[in-house]
């Protein structure tokens, strides 16, 4: 009878020590070989999957037009365009990623990241229309998920919390934008039409039409209505903090009205200046 102190490999079946448990069920001999199965190929899927990477292309680049205002020609997105060739060499590897190419798809991915400052993983599932404007940072982790129009910005990490091979990286929606500096953490769930404040961590499901701020993030808005298609306002949040002391202010204002004999400061040492919505003191 085995003992729990071994482990087999998922691949061969070969008894594995107990040290062997963070190379993910295989053994080192499996872990090594590049063994390529040619004749497991589907030959129509694979001529599917390389149409889906031409109508990609042609949405991804029309996304950089919409999207960006500083675009001016076709042959200036496609040379001077971090996101665009960090997105198109992506779609590449994730096709040889998708047939079980070994090696090669993590190779394209780091040519990538080399030329960009972008790592995408190419076990993602990336949707159409998908712009990463300027890109310096950006990190989507394997098993990351992102819907349709969706807008990155510099910094920006979807980043997994665990060691296990489950599902560990983000779930993005429909038309979300993500701000600069933004790191989404774990298999949290982020619903469409939501906008993700700059430099701020999400760490929990976020439902449709809200927008996020702060660390750990905070709902700060909610509305049945949908933002629009392209939105680019990334920076045009509300800050919380400044909302809060705005209506404390008001609150002794006017808890101050009920008492008329009491005497009150005619100068203040600290004069805030609230903005509309509380955007700033």
């Known amino acids: 009878m085995e003992t729990d102190e071994f482990l087999r490999c998922m691949s061969c079946g070969k008894k594995m020590e ?23 190929l589907h030959y129509d899927a694979m001529k ?25 020609t076709l042959i200036e997105v496609l040379t001077s365009y971090p996101g665009i060739k960090a997105v198109l060499l992506y779609r590449i590897a994730h096709f040889f990623w998708k047939l079980g190419v070994p090696f090669i798809p993590r190779y ?37 998920e992102i819907g349709n129009n969706v807008t990155m910005y510099a910094g920006v990490v ?13 779930t993005i929606g429909n038309n979300v934008v993500i701000g600069t500096g933004a790191k ?19 760490v929990n499901d976020v439902p449709p039409h809200c927008v996020v701020v702060g660390v750990p993030a905070k709902i700060v808005s909610k509305k049945g209505e949908r933002i ?15 909302i809060a002391i705005s209506r404390l202010d008001k609150r002794i204002k006017e808890l ?15 004069e805030i200046f609230y903005g509309e919505f509380g955007s700033g003191i």
Do not use: W, Y
């Open 18 to 40: 107990p040290n062997s448990k963070m190379n993910h069920g295989q053994c080192m001999d499996c872990t090594l070989k590049l063994d390529f199965q040619i004749e497991e």
């Open 48 to 72: 599917q999957n390389l149409k889906r990477i031409l109508d990609f292309f042609i949405s991804d680049v029309n996304a950089a037009f919409n999207k960006d205002p500083a675009a001016r």
């Open 108 to 144: 394209i991915s780091d040519i990538a990241r080399e030329l960009t400052a972008i790592d995408i993983h190419p076990g993602a599932e990336i949707g159409s229309e998908f712009f990463i404007d300027h890109g310096a940072g950006v990190v989507i982790g394997e098993t990351s």
């Open 158 to 170: 979807l980043g997994g919390t665990k060691l296990e091979q489950t599902k560990r990286h983000p």
């Open 184 to 202: 989404i953490l774990g298999p949290v769930i982020i619903g469409d039409d939501v906008r993700v404040g700059a430099n701020s961590v999400v």
């Open 228 to 242: 629009e298609r392209v939105d680019l306002r990334h920076g045009d949040l509300p800050d919380p903090i400044s």
């Open 256 to 270: 101050e009205a009920q008492f008329p004999d009491l005497k009150k400061n005619e100068d203040d040492d600290i």
